[in-house]
């Protein structure tokens, strides 16, 4: 009963999204923020990051998107798959990035947040991006009101 939507209702949301990439044990996974332009997902990550390495050695990865709220009976899912390329750290992309989900405003993200955690200057900072292969959009916003989806 797959019910697609428009996958830019999902991607400009401050969501968590899962990315799942490849190891020689078998898969893993690791929740990522993301900011989506132009069509490639950006990912953030860092030179010994196991998620950077790991599409270093094998570039095929899928990434998880769900926009959930249980009491607005709202469950969309965004998949995306394709193969990942890591890059240097680009500070004006990671700026947009940080503004999706700290604040518009610089002035009010948490100062020890970036000097200690998201280092813009970092220059082990790394991009994961992803030009996906193919999306695939589900909306099962039904399973609290059967046909009628929610909005």
Do not use: C, H, K, Y
């Given at each position: 009963?797959?019910?697609?939507?428009?996958?830019?209702?999902?991607l400009g949301l401050p969501l968590m999204a899962n990315l799942a990439t490849i190891d020689t044990d078998g898969p893993r996974n690791a929740p990522v923020w993301f900011l989506w332009e132009g069509g490639m997902l950006s990912m953030l990550g860092s030179r010994d990051s196991s998620s950077v390495q790991?599409?270093?050695?094998?570039p095929r990865c899928a990434v998880e998107i769900v926009d959930y709220d249980n009491a607005e009976g709202r469950l969309l899912h965004l998949g995306l798959r394709g193969q990942a390329t890591i890059t240097d750290m680009d500070a004006?992309?990671?700026k947009r990035l940080l503004r999706k989900y700290l604040d518009a405003d610089e002035a009010n993200w948490n100062p020890w947040f970036i000097e200690t955690v998201a280092r813009i200057d970092d220059?082990?900072?790394r991009l994961i991006r992803l030009r996906p292969d193919s999306i695939f959009t589900n909306n099962v916003s039904y399973f609290r009101t059967g046909p009628k989806l929610a909005t």
């Open positions: 009963m797959a019910t697609p939507f428009d996958p830019e209702r999902v790991r599409i270093e050695a094998d004006e992309l990671f220059p082990d900072g």
